[in-house]
């Protein structure tokens, strides 16, 4: 694990997306309410939220940030068609909070996928990336996509 115990407190905030493509019936069934586990969006957003959350207990040598504030936000994307991702988290802390982001938008769109898989086995979890940080040492960054 990184010492970050000397390290200058700053606020810190990451973003990241992701989607998971689908069939579109299956999405239709997503829109309509007719996934077999319930409301597939808002659940998607509230294990994402959980996810975020609980990322150094998920990932080994990830500082735990209990003070992270976490947002979701999963919508869906008739072009693909499927649903996307996106999760912000935000922190005054020691240490960055990319793995947060990038852990609640898998843990939404791995929701989603569960919550449909007995509809549509053959879904795509796709393109989950980190597309901005800033705060820390290193400053801002943004990916050339966002």
Do not use: F
Not at 22 to 44: C, F, I
Not at 66 to 94: I, M, N
């Amino acid at each position: 694990m990184i010492d970050v115990s000397e390290k200058e407190a700053t606020h810190r905030r990451a973003i990241a997306t992701g989607r998971i493509r689908m069939a579109p019936e299956t999405l239709r069934a997503v829109v309509e309410g007719r996934g077999p586990k319930g409301d597939v969006l808002q659940v998607a957003r509230l294990a994402g939220i959980m996810g975020g959350k609980r990322t150094g207990d998920l990932i080994p040598l990830c500082h735990v940030l209990p003070d992270a504030s976490v947002e979701v936000d999963v919508r869906v994307d008739e072009s693909l068609p499927g649903v996307a991702a996106r999760a912000e988290a935000k922190v005054h802390g020691r240490t960055g909070v990319e793995m947060e982001a990038l852990t609640a938008v898998s843990v939404a769109l791995l929701t989603v996928y569960d919550m449909v898989k007995g509809l549509d086995r053959g879904m795509v979890v796709e393109e989950v990336r980190l597309t901005r940080k800033e705060g820390g040492r290193s400053g801002m960054w943004e990916s050339e996509e966002a």
